[in-house]
């Protein structure tokens, strides 16, 4: 039999109104910033102006660096308009010929569709020496006040009168891709989406933040740019008090949410989301590569990369022993797989790590883990291999179904009842996928796009295109000793009971010994004491309308939590509450950190 999406069913029905927070904020007090550009260009010039006059420099320089995908147009006419005196300069000017960058980059790039090589470039690599050297020396000679803008603008001006940054949230970005954005560049605004994001994910997004954080320590004002018309502007001390703010409290990111071909109907309902999108399949809740952070200063709101805070405080914020493991970067990941209403995942497996450090130079592997918010009766996931198949003949029908557009996955994939509040432990290597009707939290590693689709179950993407195959990948990395006697043994019935008291149970739910996640549970009514250790944690409320998170010293203020809400608590937190926000209530959260990272 041949396993195909299922029909939409009715849904489980929410026990309480949507009350998922689709902006959360941080409020930083006593700061200030400014919105809208004749604000932000009148405090930079007067900023400029002041600074100059301290320098004893005839005219002031100014330099904008500004993240690839920044609206360079918009930025030109608005100091155009604003600044009649001044000579505006665009340092991408320097840009390689896009021949000579395309040559630069073909190895990291690759042939395929979605995935590259990690590049290890440096800014001025993407630059034509001479030009650069060309532009240096005008603006040393300069007699009139200048601004100098574009990704690289500090390579020009290496010392100016005053230097900004203009900074971009990732999805932002995706979004203005989506919308005809080429890369950078680059004549390739027609290409299909998911080229270009392989461009940004292995290329330019590495180098950008590269060189974002390089600057940092030199910038006078921080500037982010998402929305058309409105820049958001705040002083270097500001930024870092912001990131101070964050690094010292639970919080969380902004989540975004996208429609796929197999999308459900959950997330609609229980977030709170746009009716007119058929569906949703993603939910980024918990992935700070990805996600944005939202300062609030008085009635001004900046979004900023929560990226920004994973490179400039991961100490803080990962604790000692993570960033020693893992380096400036956030290891954990939570997000959504919504397919109540909707249809199968793609059959599937993640690279080994040897794998993926020799093919893509990731540092560390995909291993995730499914964890059941909510499912249909009658919901599966299918996780490793039927016991005695046949190895040859599974990869020959695989391969074959690439022309035939059918393969009969229950023949070979082994299949296992999915129930809400189950824990599916998926190490890389193993063979695997949701069943439609499940409502899955994803607590896994945080690489994300290393997925290697065997079996599509016949679909276009939502594009009319057929979605990516990667056959000789997942060939190479199935674990062909993890059939279902395997799976029984290594990865189900991984949870038990680690601590109680009254009102209240912690129980460990995995993960299995190959990955490097621990995940516990704990259900109470009360309130229930925490402590970092020393390492990050990450949380989310898998039962319940709302709880408090509290500092029992009073170190941060009272923070809020809804149902299905992922937060970041940071190592440096400590001991922190978390408790019922009305009496009553029966709740759980799930919490994951880095086995071996506590103190």
Same mark, same amino acid.
């Given at each position: 039999?041949t396993?195909?999406?299922?029909?939409?069913?009715?849904?489980?029905?929410?026990?309480?109104?949507?009350?998922?927070?689709?902006?959360?904020?941080?409020?930083?007090?006593?700061?200030?910033?400014?919105? *809208?550009?004749?604000?932000?260009?009148?405090?930079?010039?007067?900023?400029?102006?002041?600074?100059?006059?301290?320098?004893?420099?005839?005219?002031?320089?100014?330099?904008?660096?500004?993240?690839?995908?920044?609206?360079?147009?918009?930025?030109?006419?608005?100091?155009?308009?604003?600044?009649?005196?001044?000579?505006?300069?665009?340092?991408?000017?320097?840009?390689?010929?896009?021949?000579?960058?395309?040559?630069?980059?073909?190895?990291?790039?690759?042939?395929?569709?979605?995935?590259?090589?990690?590049?290890?470039?440096?800014?001025?690599?993407?630059?034509?020496?001479?030009?650069?050297?060309?532009?240096?020396?005008?603006?040393?000679?300069?007699?009139?006040?200048?601004?100098?803008?574009?990704?690289?603008?500090?390579?020009?001006?290496?010392?100016?009168?005053?230097?900004?940054?203009?900074?971009?949230a990732?999805?932002?970005?995706?979004?203005?891709?989506?919308?005809?954005?080429?890369?950078?560049?680059?004549?390739?605004?027609?290409?299909?989406?998911?080229?270009?994001?392989?461009?940004?994910?292995?290329?330019?997004?590495?180098?950008?933040? $590269?060189?974002?954080?390089?600057?940092?320590?030199?910038?006078?004002?921080?500037?982010?740019t998402?929305?058309?018309?409105?820049?958001?502007?705040?002083?270097r001390q500001?930024?870092?008090?912001?990131?101070?703010?964050?690094?010292?409290?639970?919080?969380?990111?902004?989540?975004?949410?996208?429609?796929?071909?197999?999308?459900?109907?959950?997330?609609?309902?229980?977030?709170?989301?746009?009716?007119?999108?058929?569906?949703?399949?993603?939910?980024?809740?918990?992935?700070?590569?990805?996600?944005?952070?939202?300062?609030?200063?008085?009635?001004v709101?900046?979004?900023?990369?929560?990226?920004?805070?994973?490179?400039?405080?991961?100490?803080?914020?990962?604790?000692?022993?993570?960033?020693?493991?893992?380096?400036?970067?956030?290891?954990?990941?939570?997000?959504?797989?919504?397919?109540? *209403? *909707?249809?199968?995942?793609?059959?599937?497996?993640?690279?080994l790590?040897?794998?993926?450090?020799?093919r893509?130079?990731?540092?560390y592997?995909?291993?995730?883990?499914?964890?059941?918010?909510?499912?249909?009766?009658?919901?599966?996931?299918?996780?490793?291999?039927?016991?005695?198949?046949?190895?040859?003949?599974?990869?020959?029908?695989?391969?074959?179904?690439?022309?035939?557009?059918?393969?009969?996955?229950?023949?070979?994939?082994?299949?296992?009842?999915?129930?809400?509040?189950?824990?599916?432990?998926?190490?890389?290597?193993?063979?695997?996928?949701?069943?439609?009707?499940?409502?899955?939290?994803?607590?896994?590693?945080?690489?994300?796009?290393?997925?290697?689709?065997?079996?599509?179950?016949?679909?276009?993407?939502?594009?009319?295109?057929?979605?990516?195959?990667?056959?000789?990948?997942?060939?190479?990395?199935?674990?062909?000793? $993890?059939?279902?006697?395997?799976?029984?043994?290594?990865?189900?019935?991984?949870?038990?009971?680690?601590?109680?008291?009254?009102?209240?149970?912690?129980?460990?739910?995995?993960?299995?010994?190959?990955?490097?996640?621990?995940?516990?549970?704990?259900?109470?009514?009360?309130?229930v004491?925490?402590?970092?250790?020393?390492?990050l944690?990450?949380?989310?409320?898998?039962?319940?309308?709302?709880?408090?998170?509290?500092?029992?010293?009073?170190?941060?203020?009272?923070?809020?939590?809804?149902?299905?809400?992922?937060?970041?608590?940071?190592?440096?937190?400590?001991?922190?509450?978390?408790?019922?926000?009305?009496?009553?209530?029966?709740?759980?959260?799930?919490?994951?950190?880095?086995?071996?990272?506590?103190r």
């Open positions: 039999m396993i195909q999406p299922s029909e939409p069913k009715s849904l489980p029905t929410l026990r309480f109104p949507s009350n998922y927070d689709k902006a959360p904020k941080i409020v930083v007090s006593g700061q200030r910033a400014w919105r *809208g550009w004749p604000e932000v260009l009148a405090e930079l010039r007067r900023s400029a102006e002041v600074r100059a006059t301290q320098q004893r420099a005839e005219v002031p320089l100014i330099v904008l660096d500004c993240y690839p995908g920044t609206d360079l147009g918009e930025l030109h006419r608005a100091a155009a308009q604003h600044w009649p005196d001044f000579e505006l300069v665009n340092v991408e000017d320097a840009a390689l010929p896009e021949a000579d960058l395309s040559a630069l980059l073909e190895r990291f790039l690759t042939p395929d569709r979605v995935f590259g090589v990690m590049s290890p470039h440096a800014l001025q690599e993407f630059c034509d020496p001479h030009k650069l050297a060309a532009l240096q020396a005008r603006l040393s000679q300069r007699e009139r006040p200048t601004l100098v803008y574009g990704w690289g603008a500090a390579l020009a001006a290496p010392a100016p009168t005053l230097l900004a940054l203009a900074d971009l990732r999805w932002e970005i995706q979004l203005r891709l989506r919308g005809g954005l080429g890369n950078w560049h680059v004549s390739n605004a027609s290409e299909d989406i998911l080229r270009k994001y392989k461009r940004g994910f292995f290329v330019e997004w590495r180098v950008a933040d $590269r060189h974002k954080l390089a600057l940092s320590p030199r910038m006078d004002y921080y500037m982010e998402n929305t058309a018309g409105q820049p958001v502007l705040t002083t500001t930024y870092e008090t912001s990131l101070n703010t964050a690094a010292a409290r639970p919080f969380r990111v902004v989540p975004f949410f996208d429609p796929g071909v197999w999308g459900g109907q959950w997330l609609r309902d229980v977030c709170d989301l746009e009716r007119s999108v058929p569906n949703f399949a993603w939910g980024f809740d918990g992935v700070p590569e990805e996600n944005s952070l939202l300062f609030e200063y008085g009635d709101v900046l979004e900023m990369p929560a990226q920004n805070l994973v490179l400039e405080r991961p100490r803080e914020l990962l604790g000692g022993l993570t960033y020693a493991r893992f380096g400036a970067e956030f290891p954990i990941r939570f997000d959504f797989l919504d397919t109540i *209403g *909707g249809g199968n995942l793609s059959l599937q497996v993640h690279p790590t040897s794998y993926i450090q020799q893509f130079g990731m540092a592997t995909q291993d995730e883990s499914y964890y059941l918010l909510d499912a249909e009766e009658g919901a599966v996931v299918y996780l490793g291999l039927r016991n005695g198949i046949d190895q040859q003949q599974m990869l020959s029908d695989l391969e074959a179904s690439q022309r035939s557009g059918r393969f009969d996955a229950e023949r070979y994939i082994n299949a296992l009842p999915a129930r809400k509040h189950d824990h599916f432990s998926i190490p890389a290597g193993t063979i695997h996928c949701s069943g439609s009707g499940a409502m899955v939290l994803e607590i896994s590693a945080t690489p994300y796009i290393f997925t290697f689709k065997l079996w599509d179950w016949g679909r276009l993407g939502l594009d009319g295109q057929p979605r990516p195959i990667h056959f000789q990948h997942g060939a190479a990395n199935i674990q062909w000793e $993890r059939d279902a006697d395997w799976v029984e043994k290594n990865l189900l019935h991984l949870t038990r009971t680690v601590a109680s008291g009254e009102g209240w149970r912690e129980e460990t739910t995995g993960l299995s010994e190959l990955e490097f996640i621990e995940t516990r549970r704990h259900w109470f009514g009360v309130p004491k925490h402590d970092t250790r020393g390492t944690n990450v949380l989310n409320l898998i039962e319940g309308r709302e709880a408090v998170v509290e500092s029992p010293t009073g170190a941060f203020e009272p923070f809020t939590v809804h149902y299905a809400e992922t937060f970041i608590v940071p190592a440096a937190v400590g001991e922190y509450v978390i408790r019922p926000s009305a009496a009553g209530q029966q709740l759980a959260t799930i919490k994951a950190y880095v086995r071996g990272s506590q």
